[in-house]
């Protein structure tokens, strides 16, 4: 068999492992099928001047004086064998997944901005930090299920054959990922804004965040872990 792994972006690079010729010394342990990297959450503040902001900021929403950037992050690498010899078709099957996860996180307010304003984004840092809590079950439990998938390619041209469908199962894998944690946490930013209206309503922060979880935990339903 050939063994290769494949990994995620739009430049890809497929490694090939040569096998060894089998001796009498016992065999090495075999590598974990999962292997899982969680970086932690990079944490930026920036003041910016609402007449001039800079053009990296993104463009505020008409209700909005300040905002909290956010990014979930994940990259892929699968490792696949591949029989040497086939006929019309061959079939790949994922042998191993390597998952790295991370969040970028950027607090923009405006110069002389008011504590309050400032405590109010600094919540919808919390809120992202609370679904990146949990994020390594989720990405563990979407690279177990690639394991063992057979993706069946023609033999004709099979290497660039195999490396589209590999990367289907990296889109896919990332995909899900995002759908998990990203939009999940999109949906509780926007409950916490509607709560607090954007900070102008006098509830704590504090409570309108759990409120907001609360409240999108319930509408996803089980299997995020809180």
Avoid at 27 to 35: D, K, Q, S, T, Y
Avoid at 46 to 56: L, S
Wanted: overall charge neutral.
């Amino acid at each position: 068999m050939n063994a290769a792994f494949l990994k995620s972006r739009l430049v890809a690079t497929v490694l090939v492992f040569a096998s060894a010729a089998a001796s009498a010394a016992p065999a090495p342990p075999a590598p974990p099928a999962v292997h899982l990297e969680k970086t932690p959450a990079r944490i930026e503040r920036r003041v910016f001047d609402p007449k001039n902001p800079p053009p990296e900021m993104p463009v505020l929403k008409a209700s909005e004086t300040a905002v909290c950037e956010y990014k979930f992050g994940c990259d892929t690498r699968l490792g696949f064998e591949l029989p040497r010899l086939s006929l019309k078709t061959s079939t790949a099957t994922v042998t191993a997944c390597e998952i790295s996860v991370h969040l970028d996180i950027t607090v923009w307010t405006p110069v002389n901005a008011s504590p309050a304003l400032v405590a109010h984004e600094e919540t919808h840092r919390e809120i992202c930090e609370a679904y990146y809590e949990h994020v390594e079950p989720v990405a563990r439990q979407l690279a177990e299920a690639v394991i063992g998938r057979k993706l069946t390619v023609p033999s004709a041209n099979r290497e660039s054959a195999t490396d589209q469908a590999v990367r289907a199962v990296q889109k896919e894998l990332i995909k899900n990922f995002l759908a998990q944690t990203a939009e999940r946490c999109t949906d509780a930013q926007e409950r916490f804004d509607l709560i607090t209206d954007h900070s102008r309503k006098p509830i704590a922060n504090a409570d309108a965040k759990e409120r907001a979880l609360a409240e999108e935990f319930a509408r996803a339903g089980p299997g995020f872990p809180r």
